[in-house]
């Protein structure tokens, strides 16, 4: 293969994208903001203008994330959330009775 056709095909490639912190917290208040899971028969376009608005605030490359990666960041960082949430509840315990 010669110098030229392999530089034009490592330019083409696209670059491995790793998630950050500033990523979820961006992703975060843009799901509070446009609310993409109320979107109803529009949640694709919301996803766009979510994941969008995070290009835009953390000056990414749009080639390097792909139109899934805000939804599948979204539910990883909310399954994380709920399964932390859970062993938080089962550790502290809760009592039985209430009374006021």
């Not at 932390?84 to 509840?89: G, V």
Request: net charge negative; hydrophobic share 40%.
């Amino acid at each position: 293969m010669s110098a030229d056709k392999l530089s034009k095909s490592d330019n083409k490639k696209k670059h491995a994208f790793h998630f950050t912190i500033a990523f979820d917290i961006v992703l975060l208040k843009e799901v509070y903001n446009i609310q993409p899971f109320a979107a109803h028969g529009k949640t694709k376009t919301a996803w766009t203008t979510v994941l969008e608005n995070i290009v835009k605030a953390l000056q990414l490359n749009p080639d390097d994330i792909s139109p899934t990666t805000a939804p599948g960041q979204f539910t990883a960082l909310l399954e994380a959330f709920k399964k932390s949430d859970m062993e938080s509840l089962r550790a502290s315990g809760t009592e039985e009775d209430y009374t006021e």
